[in-house]
Each structure stands twice: as structure tokens, then as C-alpha cells.
């Protein structure tokens, strides 16, 4: 038997399928030793460990964690021995938040249910929707909240409500104007309470192609929203549905916590659920090692053009080839086939952009047509789409289209891979 290290980490179970990969090194103690870069460690409740082989010595694993921290544990490899390296991460304040807690949505349960206050962030975005109803000791009173009423689905979003100037109409909408009937095309469905026993201030919601898991079902159409309103906030969610048959979960903090987004979406694909999450910190060469099979992607992109255009972000923020590639025609099929898709166009607009003699005409009807399209799903395509809309200060058109894409930005939770927008914050102490 060869020398090798097993390395896996180890979440809450929950009694389902929580698998995930994320990616770690493995550092020589032997400043002569050979370390291994960007290896994969597959996450879950009793995931099958990956085998490395090295050569006998002492190590430092590492795992590189979606939320940008990093774990770490010793191991000694003895010959002809495969020595387990268990990173654990069942401390998830609810058996079924660990797949949050792996992406770094909520906080550890020692932190969770301390006794402690949690300090109140200086930053606005990185507070609770219900902080200026807090207690002194950072409690939030029952009365503050109706989780009957909390979050509403839209399933069938009418296409005019994408605009840019419709999002930012929105965000004018004065308090106690409901906003849902503005952007959905028929019924908007309010969700009942999660039933899970404990999670009252950090209720999960969870979608399937269809809509929501056990929740009231309707007309799906080719963008869903999630509204969620809590103590006068309210926030604009974006649901990357259909993922294939995988599942979406949308984690609503009202508890205050150190660990950033009130509220967080999460793709439950074991293969590239936690790449999203790196690519919405910038960690795109990271993620890349998970967006292995991006030629697949983009081939199968009538199946999911939303993982195909995920794929693309990463694959044009990592590889620089300056000249004609073999996925360019891919590029234009997913930005073609898919009208209601503004992250296609963008993801083509900038390609041609970035080329060594760059197609300027052809980007900027690209950027304009993306502009067009309505917002993206993506929030790293808003940042695009300034950056590409920046190249034509002189464009009267593009100039006008910049300044409605910058204000929408400011209302958007850049930490997030899909687009959220803080359309209301309940008043301040």
C-alpha cells in the first residue's frame, strides 16, 4: 500500500444529501518536500475521503473555506499507511444550516447560542434587517417579526420589472406600498414559516426547479424573485431557478451576526455549490478548480445556462488567451440562445473587450443589449457591466446606461453571487 494522506471534512448530518468540494493544499513540513496546490477535500456528514500520495514526513493541510477562511490540521504520513485528515465543521448552530454554515452564511453554534451580544457591525449591509429593533443585548423581540409574512415568492416576474430603471423604482416605492404586485406577472405567493423547531430568527427557505419546497406552488417563469420584508427592510432576492433538479436555499438572518449577509443564497450542487460562493469573494482561480468541466457546461447550456454562464465568469477571469479561443463561438450561442439572460451578453461584451485589438462596435451593442435585457443574475455581471459600459465615456447612450447600472450597485450586497438588493432599511437608532 502506497503512502497517502485521506482528507475530508465532516459536517452536521442532516439526514440528506449536504456533499460538497471545496479546495486546500497540502504543505510539506520539509522545506526540501514536495507540497501539493489546489487539491479537492469533499465535504459532508460521511463524505469518502480523497487519497493523496506523498512521501513519509509531517504536513500542513489545508482547507480553504468559501467564506475565506482557512482550517488547518498537522498529519503525519507513514509508509506504506493512508493517514486520515478529518476537518470538522458539525458546530453548525442547526443540522440543517450546515451547508450555510460550510458557505460561511452563519456563524459557528458556540458563537450562535452564546450569551454574549454580538458587536453591531459598522457596516450597514452587514447588518440584521430587524438591528434598529434590537434590544440592548442584541435580542429581537418576538412582536419585531411575522414570519407568516416574511418572505413572498414571485414566481412569474414580469419582464418589464428587470429593467434597471424598475429595480431602482422600486428602492423609491414609499413604505407600506407593497412591492410584489409591481413585479410579479400574476399571484405573489407569501411563504409560510419554516417549521424546523428553533430557527425562528434564521429561517431557510428552500426552492426547487418549481418554486418552493413545500410551499404554495404557481406559474414559474424565466426569473424569480424572493421578497423578503422584515421591520420596514426589505430586500429584493434573485433565485438562480431552474439550477437542473438542484436545490436553492435562501438563509434570512434577523439574528445579528458577525458573519456578513442578511440574507444569503446558496446553490446545493455538490460539484460547484461552493465554487459560487469563491467566485463572489474574487477568488476566481480558486474556484476554477472546481468549474473543472467548464467546456461541459457551456456545451450543455440548453440544460442550465445559468451554471454555463457561472462557468464563463470564471473561465474568462482566469484564462487570459488574447486571441480567438475554441469556447468563443460558445460564448455567443449561451449569449444568443437566452434573450432573457443579460449575464450572456456581458460575459460577451467583455470577452470582445478584452481581446489584444478589441471589437469596440460589436461590445458596445453587446453591453447596450445587455443593459436592455435588465439586471443580471449575477452580481459579479453588474460589476462587469460598469467596467465595460466605463469604456465609451463619449457614448451618450452608454454613458446614461452607466449611471442607472452605478445607483442599482448601491444598492446590491456585493458579497453575494446572485444579485440582492437592499430596496429598504428599516429606520436607524
Known sequence: MSTALAVRLLLSSTGESNEAVIVGDIHSADPEGESLRNILIPCGSSPEPSSYPVPPGRYLVSA????????????????????????????????????????????????????????????VASRSMVAHVARADGEIP????DLTGLATWIGDSAPASWSFASMLALGETPPG?????????????????????????????????????GGPAGPVGERQFLLVEAAGSLRLVTL???????EVEVLVN????????????????????????????????TAARLFTDVEAM???????????????????????????????????????????LADGAILRATRLL???????KEARHRLTEAFDRGVPFYTLGLSWLIDGLSAFPDDPACVRRLGEVRRLSWLADMREPFLILDLRQGSTR
Open 64 to 123: 480553504a473555506l468559501p467564506s475565506g477562511l482557512v482550517l488547518t490540521e498537522n498529519a503525519v504520513a507513514v509508509e506504506g499507511r493512508e493517514t486520515p485528515v478529518d476537518f470538522v465543521m458539525t458546530d453548525s448552530p442547526y443540522e440543517t444550516h450546515s451547508w450555510q454554515y460550510l458557505m460561511g452564511n452563519i456563524e459557528p453554534g458556540s458563537v450562535y447560542h452564546a450569551a454574549s451580544p454580538v458587536p453591531l457591525p459598522e457596516s
Open 142 to 145: 418576538e412582536s419585531a417579526v
Open 177 to 213: 406600498v407593497p412591492l410584489a404586485p409591481r413585479i410579479s406577472s400574476g399571484e405573489p405567493r407569501p411563504l409560510p414559516a419554516p417549521d424546523a423547531a428553533g430557527e425562528a430568527v434564521t429561517p431557510l427557505y428552500r426552492f426547487g426547479p418549481g418554486g418552493p419546497l
Open 240 to 246: 438562480p431557478l431552474p439550477w437542473g433538479a438542484t
Open 254 to 285: 434577523l439574528r445579528q451576526s458577525p458573519t456578513g449577509s442578511a440574507v444569503a443564497v446558496a446553490v446545493r450542487d455538490p460539484a460547484v455549490g461552493a465554487g459560487l460562493a469563491y467566485m463572489a469573494q474574487g477568488a476566481l482561480d
Open 298 to 340: 457551456l456545451y450543455s447550456k440548453f440544460q442550465n445556462p445559468l451554471a454555463a454562464a457561472a462557468g464563463s465568469y470564471v473561465l474568462i477571469g482566469t484564462d487570459h488567451s488574447r486571441g480567438e479561443t475554441y469556447w468563443d463561438p460558445w460564448l455567443e450561442r449561451l449569449d444568443e440562445g437566452f434573450p432573457w
Open 354 to 360: 478584452r481581446r489584444p485589438s478589441p471589437d469596440l
